[in-house]
Each structure stands twice: as C-alpha cells, then as structure tokens.
C-alpha cells in the first residue's frame, strides 16, 4: 500500500501493530510479516509498505477476510493510503 506521506511512520506503526495484533485475534492466521519498501529496484510503483499474512488453509483465509478485527485494521489502512482503496494491492497465492 502507499501511505499518505503527510501521516509520517506513526501511522505506519500503528498499522503495523494492529495487523500483528490480528495473529492472536483470528484462528489460522501462522505468521503476519510488515515493514516499510527497501527495495532498491524501483518496481514499487508508488507503494511505500507492504504486509502478508500466512494462514493454515484457505478456509481460515476466508474466516479471516469477514472477521471484524480485519475488517476494523483494512479499514485503518484504506482511510491512511494515498487514494484509499486505489492506493492498495492485494495478491493472494497458494503455497
């Protein structure tokens, strides 16, 4: 996602906290990853951090997706992303 510049990492700890939060929150979720790009590549295409969330299956991915903690911390990253929902990706993959 792009974070708003003028929030500064504040807001991007505030973020970060809450998704981390979420593992003790929401059965099945194994492990949620954060940070801000470091990325010296410069394929970011305006997305300034990023976020995964492992789960056990996809049945706790689609517990996950309506659960209220979620929806309460997707709700924190749109209204602080640089055009809220157009200034986020989200991918999905089997592992």
Known sequence: FKLRASL???AATEIFTA???????IPGI???SCGADVSPEGL???NTHAFTVDFTNE???D??????A???VGG???????GGVGGITVVDWEM
Do not use: D, F, M
């Open 19 to 25: 998704l981390k939060a979420l593992k003790n929150e």
């Open 8 to 10: 500064g990492n504040s």
């Open 44 to 46: 970011q295409r305006g």
């Open 70 to 72: 979620h929806q309460k």
């Open 30 to 32: 194994i492990a949620v």
């Open 63 to 68: 517990t996950y997706l309506p659960h209220p």
């Open 76 to 82: 924190l990253i749109v209204a602080t992303s640089e």
């Open 59 to 61: 049945a706790a991915r």
